[in-house]
């Protein structure tokens, strides 16, 4: 199946430090890569949504500004928390689909793989 | 709005029982169905999708769609303790490669 890996898998900061996460896919290419992030106990948020070669396209109530994310390659994709603070900590989980532009049978079976995530803790 | 509804549990079955996860969702356009299992303070991963009416079964695991009562389940046949965790139901709509998430049923098979 296809594997999608992270890094690190936890780091702890100060507050006001930024830290970057990364994202690969190790044997497909990701087309789209998405970035979630989940609280305990709490179902998944997705972030931001990122194509590679364009900008990531952000949901609702999230602050492009503060979580950069770059999908500079088929492969890799990166979030970069900038200027942390407690309430940030979080576990981020990213994942990844390989399909393009779809249709009919590919299109419904379209599957999107999980990466071990990520956890996050600012002090 | 897409919505998908799952309860959020616990559910408890006793070891070698079946257990019956449900999800119902309220975008008629969905095309795709997925399930994945997230351990606690782990990712989700993978454990079947299903697209087409009926059931789908894959060694224990059997996902069933109805588009028409729109609701899918998954019913996890001799259960073990190994398979507690919690159970993510996504849905997609055609055109679309964003799924939406459920919050996730807790399963608990106790031994």
């Known amino acids: 199946g296809a594997v999608v890996s992270q890094h690190p898998s936890w780091v702890i900061c100060k507050s006001g430090t930024s830290v970057k996460i990364e994202c690969r896919s190790l044997?497909?290419?990701?087309?789209?890569m998405f970035w979630y992030r989940q609280f305990p106990k709490q179902s998944l948020m997705l972030m931001a949504t990122?194509?590679?070669?364009?900008?990531?396209?952000?949901e609702q109530g999230v602050e492009k500004d503060k979580f950069l994310i770059n999908h500079a390659s088929l492969t890799l994709s990166t979030l970069t928390v900038t200027s942390a603070h407690p309430e940030d900590s979080s576990f981020y989980i990213c994942?990844?689909?390989?399909?393009?532009?779809?249709?009919?049978?590919?299109?419904?079976?379209?599957?999107?793989?999980f990466g071990p995530g990520t956890r996050l803790t600012v002090l | 709005q897409k919505e998908v509804e799952q309860n959020s549990g616990p559910l408890s079955v006793p070891e070698g029982a079946i257990a019956s996860l449900n999800c119902t969702y309220s975008?008629?356009?969905?095309?795709?169905f997925f399930w994945y299992r997230q351990y606690s303070g782990k990712s989700p991963e993978l454990i079947m999708f299903i697209y087409s009416n009926g059931d789908k079964e894959d060694g224990r695991f059997t996902a069933q769609l109805n588009k028409a009562s729109q609701y899918v389940s998954l019913l996890i046949r001799d259960s073990q303790p190994s398979d507690s965790a919690t159970y993510l139901c996504a849905v997609r709509a055609g055109g679309s490669y964003i799924p939406t998430f459920g919050r996730g049923t807790s399963l608990i098979v106790h031994p």
């Open positions: 994942s990844a689909r390989a399909g393009g532009s779809l249709a009919g049978e590919e299109e419904v079976t379209d599957t999107q793989y």
């Open positions: 044997d497909f290419q990701a087309t789209t």
């Open positions: 990122s194509n590679e070669g364009s900008k990531a396209t952000y």
């Open positions: 975008d008629r356009g969905s095309q795709s």
